[in-house]
């Protein structure tokens, strides 16, 4: 007989009113996977944006949403090594978080960082994996280096900062409120600009321009952004939440030597992600040890109350990261 786990679908495309708890079976380790009895579970916006309709997971992974989870390993598949049942971890997931268990890519998996809880673990993999390979390895960001983080009071946004901070870049952000912008401070940021009252294009020009942005914004941002860099200056474009599609004058390119690039995570292969892994257990994972950097918590929720947790993502009032727990730990 199939075991069977709770989990939380999405019922229909919508509100945050159309995830529901089922009975689901529970995933098997395949070829190169491994099956973890999730603790806890981070949600991003990439889950609202599947709930909503916007966001199709890839064809082979799972439809339920969540992306990334801590937990202990309970199965492992054929062709893995140097993982074991028991073994507590938190992975980047192609889909199927928002469950008891679920099944990932071992080379995915990260070992929870020396005196961290399973909690705070489980905020790790998406954000850090999102930003390592867009900041440092496609926007190549090098200590003394102006960055500016658009949503610093965000997952993102938050990493970013403390990374980049930690990496010797000047930072500067924007977020939407003084609060956010006093807690950006804390974290690093050398200027945090309230984007309701001030221009941030004049604020990064004052300073010589940005010579990389991290951008969710999208829409009109693009293009102002672009004014905010400097000469030979980097975006690097993750979301478009202001919209994808925008009127662009290439002369600022071509005469200043711009560079415009960006990724999605999902969609790239499980070998890119483990490269990503790689580097974040030698580069990263020793920060996060010594205490240096740390996930900013915003909230926890039951998975029973998905809806709740999705409602506080979307009101836009949380600065850091939203979490479910499953089994706790």
């Not at 020396?114 to 673990?121: F, N, Q, T, V, Y």
């Not at 500016?148 to 977020?175: E, P």
């Not at 004052?206 to 293009?223: T, W």
Request: charge should be negative; charged fraction near 20%; glycine fraction near 12%.
């Amino acid at each position: 007989m199939t075991e069977l786990m709770n989990a939380i679908e999405i019922t229909k495309p919508g509100g945050p009113d159309v995830l529901r708890v089922v009975d689901r079976p529970r995933p098997e380790a395949g070829h190169g996977q491994v099956v973890i009895q999730v603790a806890w579970a981070g949600v991003n916006r990439p889950d609202a944006l599947q709930r909503a309709g916007l966001y199709n997971p890839p064809p082979t992974a799972s439809d339920l949403p969540g992306l990334e989870a801590s937990g202990k390993i309970v199965a492992i598949g054929a062709g893995v090594s140097g993982l074991a049942v028991g073994d507590h971890v938190c992975a980047l997931l192609p889909g199927g978080g928002y469950a008891e268990y679920v099944a990932t890519p071992a080379a995915h998996c990260l070992p929870i960082p020396e005196g961290m809880s399973l909690r705070d673990a489980a905020c790790l993999p998406e954000n850090y994996f999102t930003v390592w390979s867009n900041v440092f390895t496609r926007g190549g960001l090098k200590g003394g280096e102006r960055f500016l983080v658009h949503g610093g009071s965000s997952g993102i946004g938050t990493t970013a900062i403390q990374l980049a901070h930690a990496f010797g870049a000047r930072v500067f952000t924007t977020a939407g409120s003084e609060k956010k912008c006093q807690a950006c401070r804390d974290l690093g940021a050398e200027v945090a600009i309230n984007y309701r009252d001030a221009d941030f294009v004049e604020i990064l020009k004052a300073q010589g321009g940005a010579d990389l942005i991290l951008d969710m914004v999208g829409g009109p941002y693009i293009q102002r952004n672009l004014s905010a860099l400097a000469d030979d200056g980097r975006l690097v474009q993750i979301a478009f939440l202001e919209g994808p599609k925008v009127e662009l004058n290439m002369v600022q390119m071509m005469t200043r030597r711009l560079t415009l690039t960006g990724s999605t995570l999902r969609p790239q292969s499980d070998l890119a992600k483990a490269r990503i892994a790689q580097d974040l257990r030698e580069a990263v994972w020793p920060l996060l040890a010594a205490g240096r950097i740390a996930p900013i918590m915003d909230s926890e929720f039951s998975l029973s109350d998905a809806t709740a947790a999705h409602e506080r993502m979307e009101s836009s009032d949380h600065i850091g990261k939203i979490v479910l727990e499953v089994a706790g730990g």
